[in-house]
Structure formats: C-alpha cells, structure tokens
C-alpha cells in the first residue's frame, strides 16, 4: 500500500496491516467510498448554491447579515431539500454498493465490512447457497422502502425550488 511504503522509506517504520484490523478495513472502505463520491455531492450541493439569486444575499447583507449569518439564514435553508435528496441516495447507493467493499476490503476481516451486495455474492458464489443470496438482498427492502417513501414525500410537499 502506497501509505506503508511511505512509511517505511521516509520514516523507517512498517504502517499497520489496514486491511486485517477491522476498524482499519471500515475506515478504508469510508474512505474509498468518499473518494469515489465527494466529486458528484460537491457539483450537486454547489449547483444548488450557485442556483440562489444573488439578489437574496444582497437584501440579507442590507439588513446586516455578515457572512457566517448569510450562510446560516440564507444558503442552508435553500439547499436543505437538495441536501436531503443527496444524503438519501446516498445511503441507498452505500447499502447496495458492491465495488468498493469488494475492491477494498472484500468484506473482511471476519465478514465485518460486508455491504449486502457483497454479502449477497458471498453466499451465491463462494458457499454456493443463491437462496441465501437472494434473501440477502431482499431483506433490504424493508429498510429501503420507507426511505424512498420518505424522499418522495418530502420532495411533494415541499419541493425541490428555490
């Protein structure tokens, strides 16, 4: 790993086995899972805030809004809805996410970074038990209906507008 032979060239030290600790495995994962993402969230929340009239931040400067105020009064109540649109795929994405866990971690150590996809393919694949894979995967559903109902009910009812 390009960290450990950092490590071990500029300091002299051998890094961790990232990959055998689980909080080192989840947190690669974390980390990969950002870094495949953050470049989309960050064009969508700032196409949210280039999307406000600049007229709205020039009438809160007038009544005195400095910067932090502005931000706080003006920008995060316009983008929340888009704000929560985001965060809810975002979790429907994470759950069913198969590659980076895969690529990552693989699921270990001892199972504890598996995602259901992987854990899915684990069971299809691996111990040859598709049944077990399916339900896998279907066990989801309660979880992610009531989260697609919700999206799409506060979208309805307030909209995503500015």
Do not use: C
Not at 23 to 39: D, E, F, M, T
Not at 52 to 66: F, K, L, M, S, T
Not at 138 to 159: D, F
């Amino acid at each position: 790993m390009f960290i450990n032979s950092f490590l071990r060239q500029v300091v002299g030290i051998e890094g961790p086995l990232w990959l055998s600790n689980p909080r080192l495995a989840l947190g690669a994962n974390i980390v990969a899972y950002i870094w495949k993402w953050l470049p989309f969230w960050t064009l969508v929340l700032l196409a949210a805030r280039m999307a406000i009239p600049p007229d709205i931040y020039e009438a809160a400067q007038v009544d005195g809004a400095g910067g932090v105020r502005r931000f706080l009064d003006v920008t995060l109540p316009l983008i929340a809805n888009v704000y929560l649109v985001s965060t809810l795929l975002s979790v429907i994405w994470t759950i069913g996410d198969f590659t980076i866990v895969f690529l990552v971690s693989g699921g270990g150590p001892f199972h504890l970074t598996e995602v259901v996809a992987t854990l899915a393919n684990r069971y299809w694949f691996d111990y040859g038990q598709p049944e077990l894979g399916v339900a896998a995967v279907i066990s989801v559903l309660p979880l992610l209906i009531p989260i697609a109902i919700m999206l799409m009910r506060r979208v309805q009812r307030r909209g995503v507008q500015l």
